[in-house]
């Protein structure tokens, strides 16, 4: 508690203040643009926390962050084109029921449902990363290594369709990381005798060229469309309509709990991010409402459970980003490139080591989430003139920016360079389908990666450790699985038999590691995992071995 | 039939890269202290990473659908038509490699701004008023950047030959 005030202290200052005002209305606007994602404005913003103190420089990055989550509903509702992927559901019935006359009910919807998946995200934030944390302290580098690799691969197969693009995206981050020095041992790799090269590529330069540089030239790419402006309307007087929509989100409590929790558990799970879970959540809410048939036509329901998810998703990212040092997205891996600018680096013993920055962080989180409440009303002012200038424009101002930005980094040409090349490579990586996401993580977690394995090898050369270690098998297990998971669903549509053994067998699988685990807790974890799996089969073998009736 | 060779030829671009990268990873010194060799690990992914590129050209050449690049291209075949659709990135490449080749000479601030104008120009056209606007704006939004750098952040970005002298 006394660290919570501390962190309090230290955010409670106008400059502070200022910082995470100027970062939510900043990540407003940039998550309302369709075509800037929240990724792009928060890694934007790095530049400019470069020379602020630590916990000045993250509160402003959660704050453009919170804000970026939460912009997406405004063109999602008036305009129909969801701001951000993780806005996609709630233009399926926001945008409805603005077109029936009720903008301002749909936007105050999706305004307090976006706040409470918030709250209740921060809430659980500041109260299981600490445990989770705990957890950290007891792994060795071969878990850590082991993480990794898990967190790459789960990536790879939540990338869609073409995993093995994923994986190779992947491979490709890890490579390109290990260019320049070593850290374990200093010796030059894949120089090829240039001294730029030898200290490898920046990775925020990385990340700007990868992310944003490539995702302008895309929305630029049609020469008609880039001409135009999000809205070719007059100009549109909406007032949001508060106490009507907290009247109807206190009706629908059990969705808005139910949708953060998914969007807590989303964000939690590495490489998935708001986009999945908005879309989860609508899912489960047209699942488990008595009226299915009336989604899609502008009821609340359906903003309500998209809004609340994809708030909460990054505190679910944030955990695992606080606890172990691992980001769980796109947006948690530019996190860390800002700890690791401010010379912090996140590990299990982070939130103890640094209690005060590591609570600030939290604070943040929650205390943007209010701004971003108040600052609804106006931004929306602000977004419908900025809907109005045309997509080059803002595309060109924000390349000018860029080079600007990753240039004052570290103050080295090379970056700009590195800037160039990686926008092209992440343009052409697009083009051909090949998704960014793991190969962001690639260049992130490559470093960790050989690092442990380095510390692996230096503790004994045995690799028995790998897979005599609990929370290592636990890892690789999961990451085997995580990677048949796409062709698990693919043959399930094709009704292969080997499918019905899927879940059992991971189940099982799964529980071994659990049981090799000490304390009381994991094993009874680990029992109540196997007999779901005994249950599942005996349910197949009731069955017949056939699949189920399609409901 | 165009698809598949695409990401045939993808993958066979791949695995050159893995070869270039493999081929290069034998001038990495080895230390005498350590266990891991700091060639070894870039071995492992180049290893993995070849793997998966001969995966992904068995699987284009056996024309999987799901490695197939989605959805079919709008633009006509011919080098003018393709020049044609990938106009703006072009020139925004283009544009920005002559944005850092000029930085020494320019300076961020001018270099920024002639940047900003001249691609606006191209992606937004010459016509009328439009020159006149995208001047300011570039102007207003690039000089607005530097002074924030400049002299709020007490970031030294390069001033180039004109800012330079004085």
Redesign the interface.
């Known amino acids: 508690m006394e660290h919570i005030l501390g962190a309090i202290e230290v955010l409670a200052t106008t400059e502070a203040i200022i910082l995470m005002l100027v970062g939510v209305a900043g990540g407003l606007i940039a998550g309302a643009i369709p075509g800037f994602t929240i990724a792009m404005a928060v890694v934007l913003t790095l ?2 926390t ?2 602020m103190p630590a916990h000045l420089g993250l509160a402003t990055m959660v704050s453009v962050l919170v804000g970026g989550l939460s912009g997406g509903l405004m063109a999602g509702i008036l305009t129909g084109i969801p701001g951000t992927p993780s806005s996609v559901a709630t233009t399926f019935d926001g945008f409805p029921m603005a077109r029936k006359g009720e903008p301002g009910l749909a936007l105050g919807i999706g305004v307090w449902s976006s706040f409470c998946g918030g709250i209740i995200s921060a809430v659980l934030l500041m109260t299981l990363a600490p445990q989770l944390a705990r957890i950290g302290l007891e792994f060795n580098p071969w878990d850590y290594f082991m993480l990794v690799m898990f967190a790459l691969t789960i990536t790879a197969s939540l990338s869609g ?2 995993m ?2 994923g ?2 995206a992947g ?2 981050g ?2 390109l990381r ?1 260019v320049g020095e ?1 850290e ?7 120089d ?1 005798g240039s001294d730029a090269l030898l200290s490898g590529f920046d990775f925020i330069a990385v990340l700007i060229g990868l992310f944003a540089f490539s995702q ?3 929305d ?4 008609e469309m ?2 135009k402006s999000l809205t070719q309307t007059g100009t549109v007087r909406v007032k949001i309509e508060h106490r009507r929509a907290i009247a109807e989100i206190l009706k629908r409590w059990s969705i808005v709990i139910r949708s953060s929790l998914i969007g807590v558990f989303t964000g939690i799970l590495p490489g998935a991010g708001g986009s999945i879970a908005n879309i989860l959540a609508y899912d489960q809410a047209k699942k488990a409402s008595k009226h299915p048939e009336k989604f899609g036509t502008g009821i609340a329901d359906g903003i309500i459970a998209p809004e609340s998810s994809n708030n909460a998703v990054e505190g679910g990212a944030l955990i695992i980003l606080m606890a172990l040092g691992i980001p769980g997205d796109v947006t948690a891996a530019i996190m860390l490139g800002a700890l690791l600018i401010h010379d912090v680096v996140p590990s299990p013993s982070f939130i103890t080591d640094e209690p005060i920055l590591a609570n600030s962080i939290f604070v943040s989180f929650f205390i943007a989430t209010f701004f971003m409440l108040g600052l609804q009303s106006f931004m929306l002012k602000i977004f419908v003139r900025v809907t109005k200038i ?1 997509m ?2 803002l ?3 924000i ?3 860029c ?3 990753v ?2 980094l570290q ?1 080295v ?1 090379f970056d ?2 590195t800037l ?1 090349w990686f ?2 490579l992440g ?1 052409v990586m697009r ?3 090949f998704p960014l996401a793991p190969m962001i993580l690639g260049v992130v977690l490559g470093n960790i ?2 690092l442990n ?2 510390r692996a ?2 503790i004994t ?1 045995d690799l028995s450790p790998f897979i005599t270690r609990p929370w290592s098998l636990f890892f690789l297990i999961i990451a085997v699985f995580s990677a048949l998971f796409p062709m698990f669903q ?1 043959h399930r549509e094709k009704k292969k038999t080997w499918t019905l053994f899927y879940l059992p067998v991971a189940c099982f699988a799964v529980s071994i590691p659990l049981f090799m685990m000490s304390g009381i807790t994991r094993p009874m974890l680990a029992t109540i995992v196997l007999g779901f799996g005994a249950y599942q089969l005996w349910r197949r073998w009731q069955m017949g071995w056939r699949f189920e009736a399609a409901k | 039939m165009e698809r598949l060779n695409r990401d045939a030829v993808i993958a066979i671009v791949l695995l050159l890269f893995c070869g270039v990268f493999f081929w290069s990873s034998f001038e990495i010194r080895t230390p005498d202290y350590g266990v891991l060799k700091p060639s070894t690990w870039p071995r492992v992914i180049i290893g993995v990473m070849s793997f998966l590129s001969l995966i992904y050209l068995v699987q284009s050449i056996r024309g999987v659908k799901e490695v197939a690049t989605a959805g079919k291209s709008d633009r006509d075949p011919g080098i003018r038509s393709w020049i044609s659709y990938w106009r703006n990135p072009l020139w925004c490449f283009g544009l920005f490699f002559a944005y850092l080749a000029l930085l020494p000479v320019l300076g961020m601030l001018i270099d920024g701004i002639v940047f900003v104008f001249v691609l606006m120009g191209v992606l937004g056209g010459w016509d009328g008023k439009k020159p006149m606007i995208h001047g300011a704006i570039a102007v207003i939004a690039i000089g607005f950047m530097w002074s924030v750098f400049t002299f709020g952040l007490g970031v030294l970005l390069p001033p180039g030959m004109f800012l330079g002298y004085f």
């Open positions: 530049p400019f470069f020379n369709k073409n093995i693009k994986l190779i491979a490709l890890l490579l290990t070593d374990a041992a200093g010796m030059a790799r894949f090829f302008l030239l895309n630029v790419r049609d020469p880039a001409k045309p080059y424009m595309a060109t101002i390349l000018g920016f080079g600007i930005g240039f004052a103050n040409t700009l360079w160039l926008g092209i343009f083009h051909f389908g990666a050989e394995l380095a090898l230096a050369p693919g």
